[in-house]
């Protein structure tokens, strides 16, 4: 991996010894977008058609930079950190996945973006495919990658596979044992839903785990899944209501991971469902296998151009 100092913006809370972590390239600008209740820390670099990429929990929009030096070459790619997470203001509330699809809005309004690819992980698929249900008119293409979807498919089942405890984990307790200990926590997430929990190095976990400690960031964290409830109830409405999503929808697993699980899941909620599965890889596919992964996203997009 590339070996870089952390953004500048993240410098004044890293210890002296800085934290590494695969760049961005030099002409990506960033810029803090005003939304409903919060202010959102954006990425934008290259021209053509957009793509928005969501990151998830335990990771900031930062675990992208690979696939953005690939797409920028020919795509606009516009990287939001999610509300509540990395450079992101910390509101109280807000973080059932409708109101964060109104983030997504509210970004791609303010660049004057009208219509865009999504690329998502983990809870970034949430509140993608919250956007996508509710402006899917804004949406060419959803490529979700290797996490469920509150309310979509088997759910239920998911809900009781233990290495998804956390789900069901948070309140002011929760924040108050592991204020301090973030990187204890993180570690736990980054280690069990690894292949190879070696790939994730030391320099990112040492950069996400500062991120994860600032003020606010943490109850951010359990906020998104204490949400899960009220987005299966929003999701299964909107899909009572309008049907099944009707772009095309890339579905994406790590081979240790969700794997074709994942195209289950989405067949539940889209019409038209293309199978991925990224070898060798867990569920952190930018770390475990980055060349794989931008390459099957690269391919997708251009095939389905």
Not at 60 to 74: E, F, I, K, S
Not at 96 to 110: E, R, S, W, Y
Request: no cysteine.
């Amino acid at each position: 991996m590339l070996r870089h100092l952390i953004a500048a913006a993240s410098i004044a809370f890293a210890s002296p010894v800085q934290a590494q972590i695969v760049p961005f390239p030099a002409s990506v600008r960033t810029q803090d977008i005003a939304t409903n209740g919060a202010t959102i820390h954006v990425r934008t670099g290259g021209s053509g058609p957009a793509v928005v990429l969501l990151h998830g929990y335990g990771e900031t929009g930062d675990m992208w930079a690979p696939m953005v030096a690939d797409l920028m070459r020919d795509h606009t790619v516009i990287v939001p950190d999610l509300r509540g997470l990395g450079l992101s203001s910390k509101p109280a509330g807000g973080y059932d996945k409708k109101t964060q699809a109104g983030d997504v809005a509210a970004v791609l309004d303010q660049l004057g973006i009208r219509q865009a690819d999504l690329v998502t992980h983990d809870i970034g698929n949430m509140v993608g495919f919250a956007f996508a249900t509710l402006h899917p008119d804004r949406v060419r293409r959803f490529v979700l990658i290797d996490a469920p979807v509150p309310g979509v498919g088997p759910w239920e089942e998911v809900l009781k596979n233990p290495l998804l405890w956390h789900f069901r984990f948070g309140g002011p307790d929760m924040e108050r044992l592991v204020a301090g200990r973030e990187r204890i926590y993180l570690d736990r997430f980054w280690n069990e839903f690894s292949a190879d929990p070696k790939k994730f190095t030391e320099g990112a976990r040492d950069h996400y785990a500062r991120l994860y400690a600032m003020p606010g960031a943490m109850h951010a964290g359990f906020a998104q899944f204490a949400s899960f409830d009220q987005d299966a109830i929003d999701n299964r409405a909107a899909l009572a209501a309008k049907g099944k999503l009707k772009m095309p929808v890339y579905a994406i697993g790590g081979e240790k991971s969700f794997g074709p699980m994942m195209a289950t899941v989405m067949r539940a909620g889209a019409d038209d469902v293309t199978e991925g599965v990224v070898p060798g890889s867990g569920h952190w596919i930018m770390e475990e296998n980055p060349a794989a992964t931008v390459a099957m996203v690269r391919a997708y997009l251009d095939k389905t151009k």
